[in-house]
């Protein structure tokens, strides 16, 4: 079993509709991360928490939220979908200490908006 | 603030031929810098990372990257490819300030030919 699972692994919707997108991982890390990939773009972060009650938002966070419900549970919700969140949508994990930049990566969640 | 280029979108190769795919960042402090590999369906990994120390960094796979303060470089290079490292190759920055928040360049797409 992968150690950072994300479901569903795609999803198709439609405008308007609430989505959401769920990340479980069984590294024990306390640090997780939703981050989005777009072609050209690269991946630009959305939220990221560094335990069960700090959560911060990203480069990008507007049109989303989070949730996080445990150590190892980080949701992404977006309450109200548009057409230009169609995106690869990453959950990741880090370590508190050491292992400075290692972040571990879910398979991802196609979304797309119609 | 950070920023990363990654100057070629697209690189193809033919197979056991060399490989460099460059990236320059931005940054006002010290950074850390690393390389991640994405395979087609799957999420991220680490190829290497440049903390301190030696500028020449080896990774996984028989990839190395060399850091260029000078030229704010971090190009990434590897002397015969083969078919397996048909993939998308993201290099990434940090500042190590705040966690491990990770700036990444927009991508490049490296596919290798028989």
């Known amino acids: 079993d992968a150690d950072v699972t994300q479901t569903p692994r795609n999803r198709i919707t439609k405008t308007g509709k609430r989505i959401m997108l769920e990340c479980s991982q069984t590294?024990?890390?306390?640090?997780m991360y939703w981050y989005r990939q777009d072609p050209g773009l690269g991946l630009r972060l959305i939220y990221y928490?560094?335990?069960?009650?700090?959560?911060n938002k990203g480069e990008i966070s507007d049109g989303y939220s989070v949730s996080r419900q445990a150590q190892a549970k980080f949701s992404l919700s977006l309450e109200s979908a548009i057409p230009n969140q169609t995106a690869l949508y990453f959950c990741?994990?880090?370590?508190?200490?050491?292992?400075?930049?290692?972040?571990?990566f879910g398979e991802g969640s196609r979304l797309t908006v119609l | 603030a950070q920023s990363v280029t990654q100057l070629d979108s697209q690189v193809p190769v033919f197979e056991e031929a060399p490989v460099e795919l460059r990236c320059n960042y931005s940054?006002?402090?010290?950074?850390?810098l690393f390389w991640y590999v994405q395979y087609p369906n799957q999420g991220l990994q680490l190829l290497l990372k440049?903390?301190?120390?030696?500028?020449l960094v080896k990774g996984i796979n028989g990839f190395e990257a060399e850091f260029n303060k000078s030229q704010t470089s971090f190009h990434l290079r590897k002397p015969s490819v083969h078919i397996s490292d048909t993939a998308e190759y993201f290099c990434?920055?940090?500042?190590?300030?705040?966690?491990?928040?990770?700036?990444f360049g927009g991508g490049t797409r490296v596919l290798v030919k028989p």
């Open positions: 990434a920055v940090s500042d190590g300030a705040a966690g491990n928040k990770l700036t």
């Open positions: 590294k024990g890390h306390d640090r």
């Open positions: 928490s560094f335990d069960v009650k700090d959560i």
């Open positions: 440049y903390l301190s120390g030696s500028t």
């Open positions: 990741a994990t880090s370590e508190v200490t050491g292992g400075i930049g290692e972040l571990f």
């Open positions: 940054s006002s402090v010290s950074v850390y």
